[in-house]
């Protein structure tokens, strides 16, 4: 199940998503569905088309399943899914 508490941890194609702060101001703003993840970008459907997002020096706000939003700083998202889960486990074991 999708919390705010565990967003890193689970998938995020599928949810919708906005920049709401970026180092490129250009990006601030974007917002559509994530269509496709790779390690370092977002891959966003937008009323525009396809927009290609890198994940690091840009903020998110992630609206989950059940309508909540999560701001997430994009450089904890870098990594693929499956990298972070194992990652947070690592880190809760220590």
Same mark, same amino acid.
């Given at each position: 199940m999708?919390?705010?508490? !565990?967003i890193?941890?689970?998938?995020?194609?599928?949810? +919708?998503? *906005? $920049?709401? /702060?970026?180092? %490129?101001?250009?990006? @601030?703003?974007?917002?559509g569905?994530?269509?496709?993840?790779?390690? !370092?970008?977002?891959?966003?459907?937008?009323?525009?088309? +396809?927009? *290609? $997002?890198? /994940?690091?020096? %840009?903020?998110?706000? @992630?609206?989950?399943p059940?309508?909540?939003?999560?701001?997430?700083?994009?450089?904890?998202?870098?990594?693929?899914?499956?990298?972070?889960? *194992?990652t947070?486990?690592?880190?809760k074991?220590?």
């Amino acid at each position: 199940m999708q919390k705010p508490s !565990n967003i890193i941890k689970n998938e995020i194609i599928g949810l +919708e998503i *906005k $920049i709401s /702060k970026s180092a %490129n101001k250009a990006n @601030i703003g974007i917002e559509g569905k994530v269509i496709d993840e790779t390690r !370092n970008m977002f891959i966003i459907n937008t009323l525009k088309g +396809e927009k *290609k $997002i890198i /994940k690091k020096g %840009n903020t998110f706000e @992630i609206k989950l399943p059940n309508g909540t939003v999560v701001e997430v700083d994009g450089n904890v998202l870098i990594g693929k899914p499956e990298s972070r889960l *194992k990652t947070a486990l690592q880190k809760k074991r220590i």
